[in-house]
């Protein structure tokens, strides 16, 4: 059977993996104020792309006309936002692995 600290890693990276846009690991871990910020921070990027999209693109007769394309280029801010939010994802990710790793008797 796993052991209590084990248990525990494991349970925090399933709701990591299962719940990281609402900030389900946050308030599992008992951190409100970071869950909230966690769920405005990832409806802002994800939000942004449906308001931040590439303007100029025509449809002619079904085909798309990318001759007068030019992407917004507001865009990369919340893709910067994203790639870090996503790296945060993946550090938690490993520290939890870690600490199933190095869990004592």
């Known amino acids: 059977m796993l052991r209590k600290q084990e248990k525990n890693a494991v349970t925090r990276g399933i709701i990591l993996a299962i719940g ?16 909230i910020l966690s769920i405005i ?3 802002i990027i994800f939000t ?3 308001f931040l999209k590439c303007s100029g693109i025509e449809y002619v007769d079904g085909v ?3 001759s007068n394309y030019s992407p917004n280029p ?7 936002a994203g790639l870090y939010g996503i790296y945060l994802i993946i550090r938690k ?8 790793e190095n869990a004592e008797d």
């Open 20 to 35: 990281w846009g609402w900030g389900l690991d946050r308030f599992y871990e008992g951190d409100k104020k970071g869950g």
């Open 41 to 43: 921070g990832w409806g």
């Open 48 to 50: 942004s792309f449906l």
């Open 64 to 66: 798309k006309d990318y």
């Open 74 to 80: 507001l865009i990369v801010l919340p893709l910067i």
């Open 93 to 100: 990710g490993f520290r939890l692995a870690k600490q199933f």
